[in-house]
């Protein structure tokens, strides 16, 4: 005979769908309205999205170069470029369905935070974490955009949650999987390996089951390229290239005291950040001291090379999720700390729901730009100023190209055109003028298709090339060169021109 069920035990099991629509209906009226085009286009999303459709079809290219996924000018891993060329694909090939893939990443991380969560925690300050991380706008912004770094952030945020628990085999592997996830879509998962390497220093045999899995993903990603492009080692020379690139990058901008502003102004930016600073040092504890360290090597290494990471926030975005965690360490901290001096009251247990003004003053402050589509983000001088504007220039230029023709252009419209495409600065290093991400010549194999300025049917200037690329070394060469041969003006918008080359040259000259 079947015993009684518990009517309580019951009752808390169809209680787990209440945090659970709560969650999805944020995410719903948050991430989903106008998501197309809001916020704007900006270039590094693009192109992901032009190498990830690459990649989808087989190929894996940056547009006129043979991709080895860790040059400069493209050091994202083609793991998650690959799943964006399968979103886009399920779209027609276009930019929503990867917008989509990036904000489901967001509900599934929001979802990881409350269930993986609730265990060190607590249920309420683990559902706390995921709305604060829901609701914060530049979630918002960064997780409608198509960036690896969102990817990571979910791998991150698997591997604190491991962490948290008592080394095992189980705890192990599943901090590196959340690693592996990491490797697989962008060369900051190393930064997360220094810092849960530091929370097991104790545990050598920890150090092996994590390292496994990313290892793997590292090989996996390196043996492909090196097979595709045999019998070249391009990747090799790129990835020497990346390292130094960057030890220059952080001599130029970490010098001396230059990283204390760097983190000061990181972590005074707004409310969210202070708190979470707050927080942090508060999760300096036996229970909680993996979320203390891990944002503080990550952010730390981040941070010394980069001023500008509160404008171009999305590089942040890999420990964003472990921020909101932070807010759940210290609340249950507090929690306990409380019920310690004050014995069991009720209103100990409940405390973590003071915080919930945290979460609603965000949701009110996002709301309204996330439904009518005005979401700005802080970098919004660099990205598309006028999206209709950008395709009616498209639609233009796709009704006299074909295939096989060249439009120089940068990425935020090349990804509508059927056509070649390469950017100012991939016909820069074409003629073997240094200029930003390709200080070094390269050889003409790496291109897979001539990128001469005179071998294009039409230039594209765009409202990022006025602002940004035209004053990159070396590549204001094209302006000067158009006006000397006089290419005519054909179409004109409010940010957009496009030139007619009368004469394009034919071949790889």
């Known amino acids: 005979m079947n015993s009684p069920r518990n009517p309580f035990r019951v009752l808390r099991q169809r209680a787990i ?114 709305i604060v991380f829901l609701t914060y706008g530049q979630s918002v912004i960064h997780f409608r955009w198509i960036y690896p770094h969102n990817a990571v952030a979910l791998g991150f945020t698997l591997t604190v949650l491991c962490l948290l628990r008592k080394s095992s085999w189980k705890s192990d592997w599943g901090a590196g999987a959340g690693l592996a996830l990491a490797a697989v879509s962008h060369p900051l998962f190393a930064h997360g390996a220094i810092a849960a390497w530091l929370c097991r220093i104790k545990r050598p045999i920890s150090w092996v089951r994590m390292a496994m899995l990313p290892l793997l993903a590292v090989v996996a990603s390196l043996g492909w390229t090196l097979l595709r492009q045999s019998p070249h080692l391009w990747v090799i020379d790129d990835m020497r290239t990346l390292a130094e690139f960057y030890q220059k990058f952080s001599v130029e901008n970490g010098a001396g005291f230059q990283v204390f502003e760097n983190i000061g102004r990181f972590y005074t930016q707004d409310f969210f950040h202070i708190g979470s600073a707050v927080a942090a040092i508060i999760c300096c504890n036996r229970r909680y001291y993996p979320v203390a360290i891990f944002l503080g090597v990550v952010s730390g290494l981040l941070l010394q090379n980069r001023q500008n990471l509160p404008v171009f926030y999305y590089q942040a975005i890999v420990f964003l999720p472990v921020l909101a965690m932070a807010w759940a360490g210290a609340l249950r901290t507090i929690q306990i700390r409380l019920r310690r001096r004050l014995g069991r009251k009720s209103w100990t247990r409940w405390f973590p729901l003071a915080i919930c003004a945290v979460p609603v003053f965000f949701f009110l402050q996002t709301i309204g730009p996330a439904v009518s589509g005005k979401l700005v983000s802080r970098n ?122 009368p004469n394009p040259r034919t071949g790889n000259q």
Not at 46 to 62: C, E, H, P, Q, V
Not at 103 to 121: D, E, H, N, Q, T
Not at 406 to 427: E, F, P
Not at 461 to 485: A, K, M, Y
């Open 380 to 501: 919004h001088p660099w990205v598309t100023q006028n999206v209709q504007e950008v395709e009616a220039a498209a639609a233009w230029l796709n009704e006299r190209v074909g295939p096989d023709d060249l439009v120089v252009c940068h990425q935020n419209i090349g990804w509508l055109l059927n056509s070649h495409t390469a950017d100012l600065m991939q016909a820069t290093a074409w003629t073997g003028r240094p200029t930003f991400t390709f200080e070094k010549t390269l050889e003409k194999e790496r291109f897979r298709y001539s990128a001469d300025l005179h071998a294009a049917r039409f230039l594209v200037i765009g409202d990022i090339d006025q602002r940004w690329t035209l004053s990159q070394p070396n590549v204001s060469w094209i302006v000067e060169e158009i006006s000397r041969l006089r290419w005519p003006i054909v179409w004109r918008g409010e940010n957009y021109i496009i030139v007619e080359n």
């Open 17 to 130: 769908w209440i945090p659970l629509t709560v969650l999805f209906c944020i995410w719903a009226v948050l991430y989903l309205p106008q998501l197309r085009t809001s916020p704007a286009w900006y270039g590094d999303e693009t192109l992901t999205l032009m190498i990830g459709k690459s990649l989808f079809a087989g190929a894996g290219n940056d547009r006129a170069l043979q991709a080895t996924f860790w040059h400069p000018s493209y050091s994202y891993q083609p793991g998650y470029a690959w799943l964006v060329g399968w979103a886009a694909s399920i779209a027609g090939n276009d930019i929503l369905g990867a917008r989509l893939l990036n904000v489901v990443l967001a509900l599934i991380i929001a979802l990881v935070l409350f269930f993986l969560g609730s265990r060190p925690f607590g249920r309420i300050a683990a559902l706390l974490a995921a």
